[in-house]
């Protein structure tokens, strides 16, 4: 039975799983970012796209 109650107290690991938690609660934050960006440059890049082909045809 003490040595169960000892198991129990043991705090030694504890640290790993807050540090395992903060990563994976930061791994999901960037995904989230990455995902509503990813619209947001997708329109950049169409943007300038058309610029260049638009800038390519009237130097023509």
């Known amino acids: 039975m003490n040595s169960l109650?000892?198991?129990w107290?043991?705090?030694q690991g504890q640290d790993l799983?807050?540090?395992s938690l903060l990563m994976a609660f930061v791994?999901?934050?960037v995904v989230g970012l990455f995902a509503g960006a990813g619209k947001s440059?997708?329109?950049v890049w169409a943007n300038a796209n058309t610029q260049l082909?638009?800038?390519k045809t009237t130097s023509s």
Do not use: H, Q, S
Request: proline share 0%; glycine share 6%; no cysteine.
């Open 27 to 29: 791994a999901i934050a």
């Open 41 to 43: 440059v997708k329109g």
């Open 9 to 11: 107290r043991d705090e």
């Open 53 to 55: 082909a638009l800038a």
């Open 17 to 19: 799983i807050e540090y």
């Open 5 to 7: 109650v000892n198991i």
